[in-house]
């Protein structure tokens, strides 16, 4: 059969990823078996190390999507009794929030404009009116939107007051500088499909080693017991239940070439000239990005739906496709957007490309302008 | 790189898979396209024929282990006042009861030997002893010992007597025949990486339609909501949350090469050749299987350590893998076995040269005879 190449993923995951990544899914693994679990036990020193984590913190693998992880994150590290500081602007706070109702964790949740940042003072207020939170549970970069909140501001806020901070780091980790020596938490949760573009199939959470063996029996889960899956790996190497061991070795190939790329500073540094093309070329076609640069992280950009009335995002979406890109729905609740991901195995010559795809579909139909309506006031 | 072929699993899961379906991961799929999200519903659809489920049940997957299905069908199906009966003869069982616990539903464990089928009569007398159980809880193949209990039986009792049936058929799926048309259950479980062939990384609940609309709000979990996982998938056609999506595709193709190797009694038959002939092999050399030959499922055997002074199962193992196969420990908490699986994308060859290897490997350490101690009386 003859066919193209496949489409590049501009997407907030799952993602592009290199052929040498996925080639590394081409053995089959036993579970049980010394070689596999040293790859395990090496992704984990890995992470941790990605995180500076040092002695202090370890590194819990979880199988499914990255939600499996923030689940059993929160299942885990938040006493029954505590009480969740959520700021919200975005899908993935909400989901947080979502999160914590079925776990029948109180959450305080803190809304926030979708298009303005969590900031420390913002988080400061909250809990010096509410002593009764425990955690505050923090989203890095809402890829909602694509901002990014001020971790290290609210970091500092929870240590000043004594709260707990978990963050989900989900779309910043590995590509944005996260050192928990200096932003001190209690876990971060990423996953295997992210920014260390490997492939999704596990999620995994970097927690303070005293925190997690505080947790035991904290869980409402079996499958997603965060402190029972690190006692069995500490004594066993092995995984409790089955681990997804094609993606665990894509992960092992993916950190590989992360570390050979140069790490989190190399890695940022190419998603943030991917989001800089990007921007530049999409401005001159008369796009305008959601955010203010000093918010935009570089990870997903949200546009403006252009308000030529031939645009409909369906056709537009299909039409990128065929030239070869696959793009992202927008997920704002007032405004139609849709959003175009930096991240992924590629780099600006991709982004060039992207926006030529773009360009060429706008004239195929009949868009003279991407121009947005006006602001509103 | 020289390197000599990879070793053949023949344990419980991950399995040796065929390189068609390696290959099927070759590529990265967008969870927003359509493409993608037409193998997701393709695989549903095939899943629910292989079980006979026709318009009335329907397939749900779910991200992560087998396990992490069983809990979702667990947490979901039954009612938070619910009562369930655990026929326990196993390690799988054992989980089921654990699982149970941690979901604060009520559980009625119905111990069983570990070489004993459960049957119909010892369902029956528990359920006549305490009607306040709603549903059983089922594993059909336990591979701690690699039996089979007798599901037909059992689902006709639960009819009967009026009570839900929860089938973890994640060993027998695909293998042995199900067909929910004569077999009336609730709701049965498996996963991508056993007798499918796929690789691990999901698993799925094949339920019955108003089963599962009846459990809206049941979820302890927001990642393992099934009904929720269903109400998305049917609205949308995508996953709620990041799917595996290399492994889905891995799937797809496993589920081709299982129609054209001619469904479940083909694949059935392959396995039954590959028990008989390792059963028959292993007997040459001296070993005892664990359990009678009408309790033995086709699908992983246990047998009795040599009670030489020589044999310990690491080495053992060790030079057993040198040679080429993976061999899988005992799980049996009373005496000395280990397992050999006779599943995966393998044939009686497989099976004769295994036990060739095994021959050699006990030579090797000198071991004159592979049998065990006197059986105790």
């Known amino acids: 059969m003859i066919r193209g190449n496949d489409p590049i993923l501009l997407t907030p995951g799952p993602l592009t990823t290199s052929l040498e990544t996925k080639q590394a899914m081409l053995r089959d693994w036993g579970s049980w078996d010394a070689g596999f679990n040293a790859i395990t036990a090496s992704i984990c020193r890995d992470l941790v190390a990605i995180a500076h984590g040092g002695e202090q913190y370890v590194c819990v693998p979880m199988q ?3 939600t499996f992880a923030v689940e059993a994150a929160i299942g885990n590290l938040v006493p029954r009794e505590g009480r969740v500081l959520v700021p919200n602007n975005g899908a993935y706070c909400a989901r947080i929030v979502r999160i914590c109702r079925y776990l029948n ?6 809304p926030i404009a979708e298009d303005r940042p969590a900031t420390a003072a913002a988080v400061d207020a909250a809990l010096a009116a509410d002593p009764s939170i425990s955690h505050v549970a923090l989203v890095h970069c809402e890829t909602g939107a694509g901002l990014r909140n001020d971790l290290e501001g609210i970091a500092q806020v929870c240590r000043a007051r004594g709260k707990g901070l978990i963050v989900d780091a989900m779309s ?3 590509a944005l500088p996260i050192d928990v020596g200096v932003t001190p938490l209690d876990a971060l949760i990423a996953a295997s499909g992210k920014c260390l573009e ?4 596990m999620g995994f ?3 303070r080693r005293d925190v997690l063996e505080a947790s035991a029996g904290n869980s409402h889960s079996l499958a997603m017991d965060l402190h029972d899956q690190y006692a069995y790996m500490q004594r066993t190497t092995q995984w409790r239940f089955t681990p997804p061991t094609h993606v665990v070795a894509a992960l092992r190939a993916a950190i590989d070439q992360f570390v050979a790329e140069g790490g989190q500073p190399a890695r940022g540094a190419r998603y943030a000239e991917n989001c800089a093309t990007l921007i530049e070329g999409m401005r001159v076609l008369g796009f305008r990005p959601h955010l203010e640069p000093g918010v935009q992280a570089p990870i997903i950009v949200t ?4 308000s030529d009335p031939g645009y409909e995002f369906k056709a537009f979406y299909g039409r990128v496709r065929a030239r070869g890109y696959i793009l992202y729905p927008g997920k704002l609740t007032q405004v139609e957007t849709f959003r175009v991901g930096c991240i992924g195995a590629i780099d600006s010559n991709e982004m060039r490309n992207v926006v030529a795809a773009i360009d060429a579909t706008l004239k195929d139909m009949g868009i003279g302008s991407a121009a947005p309506a006006l602001r509103a006031a």
Chains 1, 2 share one sequence.
């Open 64 to 66: 499914g999507s990255g």
């Open 198 to 201: 490997g492939v999704p199939g």
């Open 205 to 207: 959470v970097i927690v």
């Open 105 to 110: 964790r109180a959450v305080a949740d803190l």
């Open 172 to 174: 910043s980790f590995a």
């Open 303 to 306: 546009f403006h739906a252009p």
